[in-house]
């Protein structure tokens, strides 16, 4: 399995590599990614995996393509948040094994990322209310 360097993301030679000789850093282990603490966050807030990962603006593509999927058609959104719960999965297991670069988890990354996903379904409920609302009073309802 190749193993990469966390600083230039250089494809190393040997696991066991010690420094890089790309860069010449020197090679220090990284803690693991849990795979199920980022399935477990993709799975409360979606995107949230990929943002303990340390691939946020993959976590806002997953969120905005599931909140549209939603909006649409209750299947396609269905489908993009159970594929962000099994990609953010699936990364951790591949930054564990040195598939590909390991990225750190910013928790400071990862609250932003919770508030303004709370933050925009607020303001989607309340945009909805407001449509709901106008649209009832355009049908000329009797009270």
């Known amino acids: 399995?190749?193993?990469f360097c966390p600083e230039c993301g250089n494809e190393l030679i040997s696991k066991n590599a010690e420094i890089c000789p790309?860069?010449?850093?020197?090679?220090?282990?990284?803690?693991?990614?849990s795979p199920f603490i980022a399935a477990l966050c993709s799975f409360?807030?979606?995107g949230l995996g990929q943002a303990y990962n340390g691939d946020i603006g993959r976590g806002f593509l997953i969120l905005i393509g599931t909140v549209i999927g939603s909006l649409f058609l209750?299947?396609?959104g269905l489908a993009v948040y159970i594929y962000g719960i099994y990609d953010a999965y699936r990364t951790a297991k591949r930054m564990n094994a040195g598939e590909i670069p390991y990225?750190?988890?910013n928790v400071l990354?990862?609250?932003?990322?919770?508030?303004?996903?709370?933050?925009?379904?607020?303001?989607?409920?309340?945009?909805?209310?407001?449509?709901?609302?106008?649209?009832?009073?355009m049908s000329g309802a009797v009270y």
């Open 1 to 3: 399995m190749p193993n």
């Open 22 to 33: 790309r860069c010449g850093v020197r090679l220090k282990t990284n803690p693991e990614k």
């Open 44 to 46: 409360i807030f979606t």
């Open 74 to 76: 209750i299947i396609p």
């Open 103 to 105: 990225r750190a988890t």
């Open 109 to 137: 990354h990862m609250i932003l990322f919770a508030v303004l996903w709370v933050i925009g379904t607020a303001a989607l409920f309340f945009l909805a209310a407001i449509v709901a609302a106008f649209i009832y009073e």
